[in-house]
């Protein structure tokens, strides 16, 4: 491998990375043409990607172009622990059934970004569990309180006198071992785990091997435009989810995150990411032709162009000229929502899903929230007849299409 190939594959393997540790290590071992065991931890404690999930899966992907191996750990021992993750308290542990039941969910969509058949697939149970208590013992005393509190939460949650039980420093521990097992070269992550990649390095150089190369990606915020996606707070974007849905969630968050969605959760050139965020920092018509960009590039990358297409296209018909979609849900109206000739427009709608409840459903048609082919219903209660075939709609974007 020539110097010029060697640096082309140092950029692009470390293009829009946070942290490189060392990267100069990184760098040395492309000159040496080895081929990299590229280590990225799993642990399966919910059944979707996102698309911040699939931020480090996706460079996970750049190593395997290049020809490294993807070493994917199915962290269904450490899920079972609890880890903060940068949390400022423990993660729920989960039975060893409800990891499995995730992790199954979990695999058919990594192939999505992944060449299956050039991945190797580890469960950290087969080295974890076998370990006994000496074994256990002989791996703390590779570390210290003093180095655990250098995590941030954990300095934050010890300075604040909050608990941190023992279970939470065993995990970087654990996370780390993993390393030793599979005999890393580079571990990926996104950045609130460079504090555990870091712990994989000193733990390597205990079992007498060459220390990993810790690579963090940045974390991508939800749609809510605050906090990091999660599925557990529900400002998620999952890489299944149906094209109009993706393309109007994308279209949902803030101005100032257009360039970063952009950088990280699509395909876009270095260029095109430059055009999009200063657009975006215009405000105006200009900012929302590029989150348009955006959406059409993530739905492009997970569904194809011609998806993105018809996605924008019934985007303006519910938002611009306030049709109902093509395709929609068809549903019976519930039988007890219906005395006589008269239908009671809030059992309707709760029993339907659309609303959380009667109360919840008269609230939103005091606010104007539901309409009938279109039109606001301001009244509870409406002619049955006017219910049959008719599209009911439930703020901007829930359609349901009733039998006659």
């Given amino acids: 491998m020539t110097d010029k190939d060697v640096q082309d594959q140092l950029e692009r393997l470390t293009r829009r990375a946070e942290h490189v540790v060392p ?20 642990d399966p404690t919910a059944k ?10 996706r460079k996970l992907r750049d190593f395997q172009e290049a020809g490294h191996t993807p070493v994917l750990i199915v962290g269904d021992f ?20 409800q990891v499995e039941a995730n992790a199954e969910a979990l695999f058919d969509q990594f192939w999505d970004i992944l060449d299956r058949d050039r991945v190797e697939i580890r469960y950290n149970s087969e080295w974890l569990e076998p370990l006994d208590f000496a074994d256990i013992l002989k791996l703390t005393s590779h570390y210290t309180v003093a180095q655990m509190l250098e995590r941030d939460d954990f300095a934050k949650r010890y300075k604040e006198q909050r608990p941190i039980s023992i279970v939470e420093f065993m995990y970087p521990l654990a996370q780390a071992y993993d390393s030793v097992a599979v005999e890393s070269d580079v571990e990926l ?6 504090f555990n990649l870091l712990v994989g390095r000193d733990l390597q150089r205990a079992y007498g091997q ?31 989810e149906a094209p109009e849905e993706m393309f109007g969630k994308v279209m949902k968050i803030p101005d100032t995150l257009v360039g970063r969605y952009a950088e990280l959760a699509t395909e876009m050139s270095s260029e095109n990411v430059v055009d999009v965020t200063n657009d975006a920092r215009a405000g105006g018509p200009e900012a929302g032709a590029a989150k348009r960009r955006v959406a059409r590039a993530v739905v492009a990358l997970y569904h194809g162009d011609e998806a993105a297409n018809q996605a924008e296209a019934s985007f303006d018909r519910q938002f ?17 929502a219906i005395d006589g000739e008269v239908a009671y427009l809030p059992r309707v709608l709760a029993e339907l899903g659309l609303a959380a409840s009667r109360s919840d459903a008269r609230r939103l048609i005091a606010q104007q929230g539901v309409r009938l082919n279109g039109e606001v219903v301001t009244a509870e209660e409406l002619a049955a007849a006017d219910l049959r075939g008719a599209v009911l709609q439930v703020g901007k974007r829930r359609f349901v299409r009733l039998k006659d």
Avoid: C, F
């Fill in 210 to 240: 060459e220390p990993q190369i810790a690579l963090t990606m940045p974390l991508l915020e939800g749609i809510d435009g605050v906090q990091k996606m999660s599925q557990s707070l529900g400002n998620y974007i999952g890489i299944r």
């Fill in 48 to 57: 979707d990607v996102t698309l911040g999930w699939a931020v480090p899966l």
């Fill in 189 to 194: 992550g996104g950045n609130d785990q460079l």
């Fill in 320 to 336: 611009r000229e306030h049709q109902a979609p093509e395709e929609m849900e068809s549903a019976d109206i519930p039988p007890d």
């Fill in 23 to 42: 990267k100069e290590d990184l760098e040395q071992r492309l000159k040496e043409g080895k081929q990299l065991r590229v280590k990225l931890g799993v």
């Fill in 78 to 97: 450490t899920a079972r622990i609890g880890d903060p993750s940068g949390k400022s308290e423990t993660r729920p542990q989960l039975s060893k059934e």
